[in-house]
């Protein structure tokens, strides 16, 4: 393995996953043909996906492009499977009336005794356990694995809650590549639906089917940051009755670092089977501050500003300066940077928050250094607040 990681550090970003994986000495190849190569080996140069770099604009590439083009640090969404993913609501948007957010908030005396309940020892422990597989690439047996350990924990938090008899429940969204997407439904007096939105995988983008790649940060950190705001929110005897305006879905994502490929095909179903969805917010790296101190500028929440809902992203500022202990700055993350651009292609207003200043973020992720020792808790509190917050207002807001 120490071979495999020294070449990941030492060959460029143009040699190819089959290359590499060809100058393996004959016997370590033999060692690790096992059921996590082939899924990244023996497929890398022959089927072609067909991937969006920005709106409208797409190519044909391999699975070992894929990959090089994240190197790259080029974002796109694999659009094969779903190529009419936002078509019906581009035909049904001049008769769709705009969702109208909230000018404040306004719900503080029942919020903040709620986030007292909020723990840092929590986020580490579920973090600590997702973090222990080799990888939660979505083509792997681990990454199957993880998926299943991730639907426990759910599980275990909703009937601790109490909710089950109340309607509250998970479910797995299945994809052909064997890790599936969750869903926490939460039911509502309406159908209008609030998504909280997280990805499960992750991927060392040198070798995704070999080399470690436990995801701390991208996307462990916000996979256990809106798992811990889902227990909170879930002691509110006015959510979990049902007494809420409108239902409430938490979601935890296959497949993003592949093109955004698991968020595609929810977003894609719910838009066929016409879903009101009225907000979705994407939590995609929560914990890393390390560059941002370095610096010298202020611990902040970033909130992208770039292909997002602008009035959804203005009222997420509101929650922000009201729930938060921390400030937030605006940034940008570029085209398809995580899964709200699914749900915004569907026609659903989407946002995005992530740790810092986009400029400021982890530079560790998609690696095996990406690791829960260089993330900050106290950081992870301060976006489930904001997730807490936000869930809770938007639960009970007309919209």
């Not at 926490?184 to 060392?204: F, L």
């Not at 089917?209 to 705001?229: M, R």
């Not at 300066?321 to 569907?346: E, N, Q």
Request: hydrophobic content about 40%.
């Amino acid at each position: 393995m120490k071979l495999i990681q020294s070449l990941a550090v030492a060959l460029p970003a143009c040699v190819t996953v089959s290359q590499a994986f060809s100058i393996l000495p004959r016997g370590l190849q033999t060692r690790l043909g096992g059921s996590q190569v082939p899924l990244g080996h023996t497929e890398a140069s022959s089927e072609k996906r067909l991937i969006e770099l920005s709106p409208g604009t797409t190519r044909w590439v391999t699975e070992d492009e894929k990959w090089a083009l994240k190197r790259d640090g080029l974002n796109f969404m694999d659009i094969t499977d779903t190529p009419h993913l936002g078509l019906q609501s581009e035909k049904t948007a001049a008769a769709r009336e705009p969702v109208v957010f909230p000018h404040e908030t306004v719900f503080e005396e029942d919020i903040l005794p709620l986030m007292k309940n909020l723990s840092k020892a929590n986020m580490k422990e579920h973090l600590t356990g997702l973090t222990s597989f080799h990888t939660r690439y979505y083509k792997s047996e681990y990454g199957a694995q993880s998926a299943a350990w991730l639907m426990e924990r759910i599980n275990e938090t909703i009937v601790e809650a109490g909710a089950i008899e109340h309607g509250v429940s998970v479910k797995r969204f299945e994809h052909p590549w064997g890790q599936p997407s969750l869903i926490v439904t939460i039911p509502g007096q309406t159908n209008k639906t609030v998504v909280i939105g997280a990805h499960q995988d992750s991927v060392n983008l040198f070798l995704p089917s070999l080399l470690a790649a436990p995801g701390a940060d991208d996307d462990g950190s916000g996979t256990v940051t809106i798992l811990e705001a889902l227990r909170v929110l879930l002691k509110s005897s006015e959510i979990v009755q049902g007494r809420a305006r409108n239902t409430i879905e938490f979601h935890w994502y296959s497949a993003e670092e592949g093109g955004l490929l698991g968020s595609q095909a929810l977003f894609s179903e719910y838009e066929m089977k016409s879903r009101d969805i009225k907000a979705m917010l994407q939590q995609d790296m929560t914990g890393f501050i390390e560059k941002t101190i370095e610096a010298g500028e202020p611990e902040s929440v970033g909130v992208i500003t770039d292909f997002v809902d602008p009035g959804l992203t203005e009222f997420i500022k509101k929650v922000i300066t009201t729930y938060c202990d921390i400030p937030f700055v605006l940034t940008k993350c570029g085209y398809a940077c995580s899964d709200h651009a699914s749900a915004s292609k569907a026609g659903y207003p989407s946002a995005f928050v992530i740790e810092s200043d986009f400029k400021y973020s982890d530079n560790y992720i998609h690696t095996q250094l990406d690791t829960l020792d260089r993330l900050s808790f106290d950081h992870m509190l301060q976006h489930a607040k904001l997730t807490l917050g936000l869930a809770y207002e938007l639960a009970f807001a007309k919209l």
